[in-house]
């Protein structure tokens, strides 16, 4: 059974910082490359980060330099750690697998709100 469990979203203000965790089941986490996503108000949902079973990372430009994601393969657990966060960053927050048909996925967790105020 596929679970996806996000959490440490919030209220912060502009310039500040939150870490987000993600607690996933083994048939999605085991081997599989890793991503963080986010769906803002009246947009697509987009991806945000990766991260391979080995531990190489990519990052959205929108993102880079600012947010740092990482993964504990024993405890099966993905974190996004979110420095000098923007207003624009504001949308909730999704961990799933990553695969080039992520758009197309049926199950996804109930995501984490993060609010960036100015």
């Known amino acids: 059974q596929v679970q996806l469990v996000e959490s440490g979203g919030g209220l912060v203000q502009a310039g500040g910082s939150l870490r987000l965790s993600c607690a996933a089941s083994?048939?999605?986490?085991?081997?599989?490359?890793m991503a963080w996503y986010r769906q803002a108000p009246g947009k697509q949902r987009e991806l945000v980060a990766t991260i391979t079973g080995d531990g190489n990372t990519n990052y959205a430009d929108s993102v880079k330099d600012r947010f740092t994601i990482s993964r504990d393969n024993a405890n099966l657990m993905v974190y996004l750690q979110m420095n000098s966060l923007k207003t624009e960053d504001t949308a909730i927050y999704y961990c799933?697998?990553?695969?080039?048909?992520?758009?197309?996925?049926?199950?996804w967790g109930q995501g984490t709100q993060v609010t960036v105020s100015s």
């Open positions: 083994g048939n999605v986490f085991s081997h599989n490359a």
């Open positions: 799933n697998s990553f695969t080039r048909s992520w758009a197309e996925y049926a199950y």
